[in-house]
């Protein structure tokens, strides 16, 4: 098992992540696309026992709820990864990753949602809603 490190824009907060990611997938809902700014988020799923902060702890705000939030470092704003399925599993933004995952994203998910000045043009399958376990 291989372990990859993630941490935020300023270097406040470091995170270790297990490199066994259940699923990956290119978020296009409007709160995903408010949290990073960007056309889409790209997320890995994984338990949340497989993933640690490992520096900057103290330094983490949680937008939502511990076990249905987003956590953020409190200094530059990344966001680092989204708890969801009960606090049972974290999204893990791939942009943070400072190792490679071996995972790929496998779709794009909430495309019925996305913004209208992005054209997704690669081959991925595309999701009106949701799929799978997320």
Not at 47 to 58: L, N, V
Not at 98 to 113: L, Q, T, Y
Request: glycine share 10%.
């Amino acid at each position: 098992m291989s372990i990859l490190a993630g941490r935020c824009l300023c270097g406040a907060v470091h995170y270790e992540v297990a490199d066994e990611f259940a699923y990956s997938l290119n978020c296009h809902c409007s709160d995903c696309r408010r949290a990073t700014g960007s056309a889409f988020k790209p997320f890995a799923g994984i338990e949340r026992r497989k993933f640690a902060i490992t520096q900057g702890e103290d330094g983490i705000a949680v937008y939502g709820e511990p076990d249905a939030g987003d956590l953020h470092c409190a200094k530059c704003g990344s966001l680092l990864c989204s708890v969801v399925r009960e606090g049972q599993y974290v999204h893990v933004t791939l942009g943070t990753l400072v190792d490679a995952p071996s995972i790929r994203p496998s779709a794009h998910i909430f495309v019925g949602s996305k913004a209208p000045w992005f054209t997704i043009t690669d081959d991925l399958p595309q999701h009106q809603g949701h799929v799978g376990a997320q």
